[in-house]
């Protein structure tokens, strides 16, 4: 069984902000030293990163060799949007489990801040078109923006604007309280997630519509960070580890992808005995408070237990990264038993990863 020996991250940073100049091997990189540190390694046999809006190039090769690891660390990216940084360690566990590796860094970087302009070249020679967003399904009319999903979701679901904004004002004042970032790698002054604010219900009513009854405050902010672990065979756990059960990926209706982490809680805690009421915590993406609220309710999660520190929606989105911060989350809890997190990717994805301590 494979075991995650350390974790860390960057603090999370609006697009625009301190990290607005980093790429992503100086997002990357003091994390994946200070994983390699906390863990007493010089050297892995992989490095597994998730990455969804960069340049290509294959990051997880520049990120190593930018590392310092040895050049036989060949890398290996990963683009499954949302799900890639939970997916990431997911495949690392498969590696170790299968015993084609012994140490694996796996994760995600992402910085919006520096994505390159997208363009489709013109076939019949003239200019090329601009693009902002891939297509995640091969259907046009089944390729819903992901707020108007969101949207969707909350109006099948019943979620009123108001019950929205609670949720949202609730993980930004969780997050407020958190004192302590044993996580978070400093980097450019940053030392904590620096979005989380007091949403008062004045501010919380001048937010802008985004679609339906989403608004900018109800709906995650685009990111700039990067968050990795150490996964290793079992016969390396130290007393801190922390064991990966098992999990999932599953593909769901790709016009409401917000629903698709539901299936894949569901299998990954059944195919190890274990029920919803099992579980001692949750992480669940915040991508939108509706996508959030519906997983939860639907798998029948406990609220109480879910994002205790608060989620994305106080923190932001780095796509690629956002996974597997929420592993980093469940790493650093202070809390024992079983531990959950769960995530939704366009096109209608969803990953879930069940670890214990």
């Known amino acids: 069984m494979a075991v995650i020996l350390s974790a860390r991250r960057t603090g999370i940073v609006p697009k625009g902000g301190a990290f607005a100049r ?11 030293r200070a994983c390699l540190a906390d863990a007493g390694l010089a050297a892995v ?5 998730a990455n969804a809006i960069g340049p290509g190039g294959n990051p997880a090769r520049r990120i190593a060799l930018a590392a310092g690891l040895p050049e036989a660390v060949a890398g290996l990216t990963i683009d499954r949007q949302c799900a890639g940084g939970l997916d990431a360690l997911l495949l690392a566990a498969a590696l170790v489990d299968g015993g084609r590796a012994d140490f694996v860094l796996a994760g995600g970087v992402e910085s919006f801040s520096r994505r390159p302009l997208r363009f489709v070249t013109n076939p019949d020679g003239g200019p090329a078109v601009g693009y902002d967003e891939a297509p995640f399904t091969p259907w046009p ?8 999903a969101a949207a969707a979701l909350a109006l099948a679901c019943g979620y009123g604007r108001a019950v929205q904004e609670d949720w949202a004002a609730g993980s930004h004042a969780k997050a407020l309280a958190v004192t302590d970032w044993p996580e978070i790698v400093p980097l450019a002054g940053v030392s904590r997630d620096v979005f989380a604010r007091r949403l008062t219900p004045a501010l919380l009513a001048r937010a802008p519509l985004v679609a339906g009854t989403v608004t900018r405050a109800t709906a995650a902010v685009a990111a700039d960070g990067a968050a990795f672990c150490v996964v290793a065979a079992d ?33 990954a805690l059944r195919g190890l005995g274990l029920s919803a009421t099992d579980v001692s915590q949750s992480e669940v993406m915040e991508a939108y408070a509706a996508q959030a609220m519906a997983c939860v309710e639907r798998a029948g999660l406990n609220p109480a237990r879910v994002n205790c520190q608060g989620g994305a929606l106080a923190r932001g989105h780095p796509i690629g990264a956002s996974g597997a911060v ?26 879930a990863l069940v670890v214990q301590r």
């Open 326 to 351: 929420l592993a980093v989350r469940l790493f650093h809890s202070p809390g024992r038993g079983i531990g959950l997190a769960a995530i939704a990717s366009a096109g209608g994805i969803g990953s």
């Open 141 to 148: 009319a089944r390729n819903p923006a992901m707020a108007d």
């Open 45 to 49: 046999d992989e490095v597994i990163c």
């Open 235 to 267: 016969r390396f756990a130290g007393p801190g580890a922390l064991r990966i059960l098992g999990g999932r990926t599953l593909g769901a209706d790709p016009e409401q992808p917000g629903l698709a982490p539901v299936p894949a809680i569901a299998a």
């Open 22 to 32: 980093l790429s992503l091997e100086e997002l990357a990189v003091p994390v994946l």
